[in-house]
């Protein structure tokens, strides 16, 4: 069992739809949990960081974490065509390397 | 700006030759990280740097190695001993883990193709 598991997609949705976009887990250590976004040909961009269990909102997007059920979530309101990306989740302890999922493409229509 | 520079974007490797990839921080971040990227398995760790004239082998580390002899650099050797060597190779750094996990920062890549 990998220690992330992330649906790779490709996920398509209608410009201005919310798009959910999950990770699971299965070390219960992890307390520090990250979602990326990177654009074709280029480096991933941090984009939501949040520690522990619960909610964070930044603009359009919002990121969740149920520790009880090992289970991240990143929401995007409004998606619009410059979301179009791949999105890759990552989780830590604390005190070593960064676990990444595999990444979910997503492609908003116009 | 502060950030991490990785060159060159685009590298042709010709079978049975070493190349060099280069990576550059100004962030003054401790550890630095090797990636390696193919479609649909996500990011695989070859190596990694917690301070300098110190690394540890990732998980995919065979046919590779580094050296850190500046805290601002962290260049990956590719040899020829790595048999499926194309792919995108992303290099990350960190303030080190155990003081603050904050994610990582990482360069633009370079795709490596084997001619």
């Known amino acids: 069992q990998k220690e992330v598991e992330q649906d790779p997609g490709p996920l398509s949705v209608p410009e201005g739809a919310i798009v959910s976009l999950n990770c699971t887990y299965s070390n219960s250590a992890f307390q520090y949990f990250m979602w990326y976004r990177q654009y074709s040909r280029k480096g991933p961009e941090l984009l939501m960081y949040?520690?522990?269990?619960g909610n964070k909102e930044d603009g359009r997007f919002t990121a969740q974490v149920d520790k009880s059920s090992k289970y991240i979530s990143l929401f995007i309101r409004d998606s619009q065509p410059s979301d179009s990306a791949t999105y890759l989740c990552a989780m830590q302890t604390g005190a070593n390397n960064l676990f990444f999922g595999t990444g979910t493409r997503l492609t908003v229509i116009p | 700006d502060g950030g991490i520079t990785q060159s060159p974007k685009y590298l042709f490797r010709k079978e049975g030759q070493n190349v060099t990839l280069s990576c550059e921080q100004n962030?003054?971040?401790?550890?630095m990280y090797w990636y390696r990227q193919d479609p649909g398995q996500g990011l695989r760790l070859i190596y990694y740097?917690?301070?300098?004239?110190?690394?540890q082998k990732g998980d995919i580390a065979e046919g590779y190695s580094v050296s850190r002899e500046k805290k601002e650099s962290f260049p990956l050797t590719v040899t020829s001993a790595q048999k499926n060597p194309t792919a995108f190779y992303l290099c990350?750094?960190?303030?080190?883990?155990?003081?603050?996990?904050?994610?990582?920062?990482f360069g633009s890549g370079t795709r490596l193709t084997v001619v």
């Open positions: 949040t520690y522990s269990s």
């Open positions: 740097s917690q301070i300098v004239n110190d690394f």
């Open positions: 962030l003054n971040h401790d550890a």
């Open positions: 990350a750094s960190s303030i080190n883990p155990g003081q603050s996990p904050f994610g990582y920062t």
